[in-house]
């Protein structure tokens, strides 16, 4: 059976990202199995937590989704896993200064991606709806958080104050965008 | 022209051109340039193609007026002009595919036509322009939900490239403005390659058909919008992009999906997905007449010789030999939709059985029957969309895992292969001139080392088989096979890719 060929020889390309994915999770595997496995075995403060959830936000940025892994979103996933990160390390390992650092962390991020949106609505709006959640999500997180603990917590205030503010931004300049959005986010059919 | 900074070879022609034609072409350029309200770069890359199709048809010797009259920017309607405001949640089969997928693993299919000269890429990017205005639902991108993933209305200019790959590679639908389709072009063949998450091959087939007989007519062909062409003016009809399956979907009894593994082909599977895309060129009438003899239909001949070949490349005679057949249900329910609305016959043959053609002949036969027959498939029809339904509250974040460990489990592991046969395709006879022939090429998946497909035009059956494997035994006792049967067979191809 001879075959004539009619196809293009395929473009050499760069196995480099392919060969360090390949590496990288049998890494990052080894890695968390092996704090879990040290940490029980020598007991103390179950730090594997933090350097399995550390895992997990180093391989959400290697490992980004197949769909929608714009810079927004992207962005705002890891501003989430780093919160989630620095108050598992201030939970079990040395309270007393996530209250400060995070609340920090996260406003001066969610400026920065807003920017972002802004810049460039019309391209970005479109997947806007993480980071408009989000911000609602630390306009709530910081209301609450004043609520329940009776104080005035000051970072906690500037957070809840600048996620107002950008979500009314955001709310502003979408406007009925933002409805039609939400509703193709949350469909159901 | 505000917007385009017309090209070297323009700028020259109009500088020699007579007063009536600098005005005919300025006035084509305004009301093209009227039609565009995209971003920036979009606007200037459809400027550019106008531009590059008036000189190369300039350069042919059309005269300027017979040029804009084919280029005609009123073909673009207000398409480019209006913002992008349509959604469309996946048909019911589609919504696994984003769920599955992944890095080099992703159901693309190809449906390619071949013309009787090389392509001009110019006609067929302005060609594109048009064409896609006319079927809204393949213009989108595909974004993630809290529940399920959508298509989104996605207006830009879509770009015609010329082959680089093997065919049904991964495509790209990373950024929010990715599309999920690519055209591409090589020597005489003009190629369209879908994410399954749009459409079937007979969706696919209207959209190919329409965009040759664009091309062509802006070759100056008269092709009339009959035999699967769209009118690339007319307003696209809704129901064209309905879930079809919800459409005809009843309660009442399920069935037709569980099944155990199938017996897998030989050889080593490749990284690179498919390793490589063989077509058998084969005379229709030669086809029919060797399925005649057998007294058996045509997808029936070549599903037996696909078990036949299936057995050869197998050391072991243990396990079942499953071949997926594919059904277009728009032969059952009376359906428009351009979506996905097809679902599957799955035939069965223990290895140990499969010894020759003549001894299975009547059992693929009967088994055709039965798998294909309307009670069968609107089973399996409730079962897809009760299971849909079952699954619409759990977040997209959990779904996404379970549907990942069900697929890897199952999958393609319940078939060693597939024959998805689009039948005999018909085309207006204004364009049999200008197509020599089409194929459609099945991606590979995960474990099925072959995946077969094809589709008749012009009295040429093309066989195309996408492999998974560098193991030449199937492909090898297909050939032989059927050239057994009298039927002549040129082979056709790409070379074998690296690991």
């Known amino acids: 059976m001879k075959i004539k060929n009619t196809y293009p020889r395929p473009d050499k390309r760069s196995a480099f990202m392919r060969v360090l994915r390949k590496v990288a999770i049998w890494v990052f595997l080894a890695a968390a199995v092996a704090s879990v496995a040290v940490n029980l075995a020598i007991g103390g403060k179950p730090w594997c937590i933090v350097v399995v959830w550390s895992i997990f936000t180093a391989s959400s940025l290697l490992f980004s989704p197949l769909v929608e892994s714009g810079v927004i979103a992207q962005g705002t996933r890891l501003v989430l896993n780093a919160a989630v990160l620095l108050t598992l390390i201030d939970t079990l390992l040395a309270p007393g200064w996530a209250i400060t650092a995070v609340p920090i962390m996260v406003a001066g991020s969610l400026i920065a991606l807003s920017c972002l949106l802004f810049v460039e609505i019309k391209r970005h709006r479109v997947c806007s709806i993480p980071l408009t959640m989000s911000l609602g999500a630390a306009v709530v997180a910081s209301a609450l958080y004043n609520i329940l603990t009776g104080g005035l917590n000051v970072p906690m205030l500037v957070l809840g104050c600048v996620a107002l503010a950008l979500f009314i931004a955001v709310c502003a300049t979408m406007r009925g965008r933002l409805f039609f959005e939400l509703k193709k986010y949350f469909h159901l059919r | ?499």
């Open chain 2, 1 to 499: 022209m505000k917007k385009l900074r017309a090209s070297d070879e323009l700028t020259e022609y109009l500088l020699g051109a007579s007063e009536e034609d600098r005005a005919v072409i300025e006035d084509m350029f305004s009301s093209l340039e009227s039609r565009l309200n995209l971003a920036s770069v979009y606007e200037r890359g459809i400027m550019r193609d106008y531009d590059r199709a008036l000189v190369y048809l300039l350069s042919t010797g059309v005269s300027p007026d017979e040029a804009v009259k084919r280029l005609d920017p009123e073909k673009l309607g207000g398409y480019y002009c209006r913002e992008s405001k349509t959604w469309y949640p996946l048909d019911s089969s589609a919504k696994v595919y984003p769920l599955s997928m992944s890095r080099n693993k992703m159901q693309v299919f190809r449906l390619s036509a071949y013309m009787t000269e090389p392509v001009v890429p110019e006609l067929l990017q302005v060609a594109l322009n048009a064409v896609i205005t006319r079927f809204p639902c393949f213009a989108v991108s595909v974004r993630r939900g809290f529940f399920w993933h959508y298509l989104d209305g996605l207006k830009a200019r879509f770009e015609v490239t010329e082959e680089n790959d093997i065919p049904c590679g991964e495509i790209d639908i990373s950024s929010s403005r990715s599309p999920a389709f690519r055209v591409q072009y090589y020597g005489d063949r003009i190629s369209i390659e879908f994410f399954h998450i749009l459409t079937d091959g007979t969706g696919g087939m209207v959209f190919l058909k329409t965009l040759v007989a664009e091309y062509a007519r802006l070759l100056g062909a008269d092709i009339p919008c009959t035999h699967g062409v769209a009118d690339i003016r007319a307003i696209p009809d809704p129901q064209e992009s309905e879930n079809s399956f919800l459409e005809w979907y009843k309660p009442g009894p399920t069935g037709g999906f569980m099944g155990s593994p199938a017996a897998q082909m030989g050889g080593r599977l490749t990284r690179k997905r498919p390793s490589g895309v063989i077509h058998f060129i084969m005379d229709s009438d030669e086809l029919r007449s060797a399925a005649r003899q057998k007294g058996v239909s045509v997808t029936t001949l070549l599903t037996a010789a696909i078990f036949v070949a299936s057995r050869a490349s197998m050391d072991s005679p243990d396990g079942n030999i499953q071949i997926q057949i594919p059904v277009d249900m728009r032969r059952i329910h009376p359906s428009v939709t351009l979506r996905n609305f097809s679902l599957y016959a799955s035939l069965k043959i223990p290895a140990g059985k499969v010894n020759n053609l003549d001894s299975i002949l009547a059992d693929v036969s009967e088994q055709l029957k039965s798998g294909t027959s309307e009670e069968y498939l609107n089973h399996m029809l409730t079962s897809a969309v009760m299971l849909v339904n079952a699954a619409r509250p759990i977040p997209l974040a959990l779904k996404g895992w379970f549907i990942r460990i069900i697929y890897g489990f199952l999958g393609d592991k319940l078939f060693s292969n597939t024959l998805s046969n689009l039948g005999i395709v018909e085309i207006p006879d204004e364009l049999c001139p200008y197509v020599r022939m089409m194929d459609f090429v099945l991606g590979t998946v995960i474990t099925n080392r072959a995946a077969c497909s094809m589709v008749t035009v012009n009295g040429k059956a093309v066989l195309s088989i996408a492999k998974l494997t560098r193991d030449p035994s199937f492909e090898e006792r297909l050939y032989a096979e059927l050239t057994a049967l009298g039927i002549h067979i040129e082979a056709e191809g790409s070379a074998r890719n690296e690991d």
